[in-house]
């Protein structure tokens, strides 16, 4: 049987925390990266001979839109392994 | 505290949340590919190859969305000896974390395999390029399931 405590209360709702925090912050970057491949693809198919500066700036724009599940992440890992009730 | 329940309860949301952007990914491809085979039907064979592949990337968040569901509901036969409020927490947040975090990238993919099936209508010949440009877009769109991934097993194994 479980015994709750205040404490065991926290730790409880840091874990629910990190997984809401990286499971909705894992929404927006999905989205935003596939739209940037996807309109990548179309420049890549009507002028073939810019793939390699059409790659270079899909990369790019995907790395900024990348930066805030990788802020997820973090703040899904400190609530993981930083908090002690 | 039943952990059972949660356990349940985080399988199901899990796959149930997870399937939903890889199927609305996958059928938006499938309707591209279908605009762009009316347009260029002698390179139909083509298109439905690039269909087929980027569909195969983008069924991956729902691929592991599955995996974490599986894996809560075998949970309950492993009942650890010692189990806090928090293991429960987790398998909860387990199920949550990756349904939604499934749900972006899955749309994400479908978006790029639904762009690369318009440019194939519109230039079949370029279909290396295509391919290329897109499994890279797709690659860097499914990192963030990766992450939901890693953070529902540390939630599941570790805590």
Same mark, same amino acid.
Do not use: D, W
């Given at each position: 049987?479980?015994? @709750?405590? /205040?404490?065991?209360? @926290?730790?409880?709702?840091?874990?629910? /925390?990190?997984?809401?925090?990286? #499971?909705? #912050?894992? %929404?927006?970057?999905?989205? #935003?990266?596939?739209?940037?491949?996807?309109?990548?693809?179309? #420049?890549?198919?009507?002028?073939?001979?810019?793939?390699?500066? @059409?790659?270079?700036?899909?990369?790019?724009?995907?790395?900024?839109?990348?930066?805030?599940? %990788?802020?997820?992440?973090? @703040?899904?890992?400190?609530?993981?392994?930083?908090?002690?009730? | 505290?039943?952990?059972?329940?949660?356990?349940?309860? &985080?399988?199901?949301?899990?796959?149930?949340?997870?399937?939903?952007?890889?199927?609305?990914?996958?059928?938006?491809?499938?309707? =591209?590919?279908?605009?762009?085979?009316?347009? $260029?039907?002698?390179?139909?064979?083509?298109?439905?190859?690039? +269909?087929? *592949? &980027? $569909?195969?990337?983008?069924?991956?968040?729902?691929?592991?969305?599955?995996?974490?569901?599986?894996?809560?509901?075998?949970?309950?036969?492993?009942?650890?000896? $010692?189990?806090?409020?928090?293991?429960?927490?987790?398998?909860?947040?387990?199920?949550?974390? +990756?349904?939604?975090?499934?749900?972006?990238?899955?749309? !994400?993919?479908? +978006?790029?395999?639904?762009?690369?099936?318009? !440019? +194939?209508?519109?230039?079949? =010949?370029?279909?290396?390029?295509?391919?290329?440009?897109?499994?890279? &877009?797709?690659? *860097?769109? $499914?990192?963030?399931?990766?992450?939901?991934?890693?953070?529902?097993?540390?939630?599941?194994?570790?805590?």
């Amino acid at each position: 049987m479980v015994e @709750i405590t /205040g404490a065991e209360i @926290i730790r409880a709702a840091a874990m629910l /925390g990190a997984g809401l925090a990286m #499971g909705f #912050g894992a %929404i927006g970057p999905g989205v #935003g990266e596939g739209y940037a491949a996807g309109k990548a693809c179309e #420049g890549v198919a009507r002028e073939p001979e810019n793939a390699g500066l @059409i790659t270079r700036t899909m990369l790019v724009g995907q790395a900024v839109s990348e930066s805030t599940g %990788i802020y997820s992440l973090v @703040i899904a890992l400190l609530l993981i392994f930083v908090v002690k009730a | 505290m039943n952990m059972e329940l949660y356990a349940y309860l &985080g399988g199901a949301l899990s796959i149930g949340l997870g399937a939903i952007g890889a199927g609305y990914g996958i059928g938006m491809a499938a309707s =591209e590919a279908t605009k762009a085979i009316t347009r $260029q039907p002698n390179a139909s064979g083509k298109i439905t190859k690039v +269909m087929l *592949v &980027g $569909q195969a990337v983008t069924e991956s968040p729902a691929i592991f969305a599955l995996l974490i569901a599986l894996f809560l509901v075998f949970k309950v036969y492993h009942v650890p000896e $010692q189990i806090t409020l928090a293991n429960i927490a987790g398998l909860l947040a387990a199920g949550i974390c +990756m349904g939604f975090g499934a749900m972006g990238p899955g749309v !994400g993919s479908g +978006m790029a395999n639904a762009s690369a099936c318009t !440019g +194939m209508g519109v230039q079949p =010949e370029n279909e290396n390029a295509i391919m290329r440009t897109m499994l890279i &877009g797709q690659a *860097v769109s $499914q990192s963030t399931s990766v992450y939901a991934l890693v953070i529902s097993m540390l939630l599941l194994f570790v805590i």
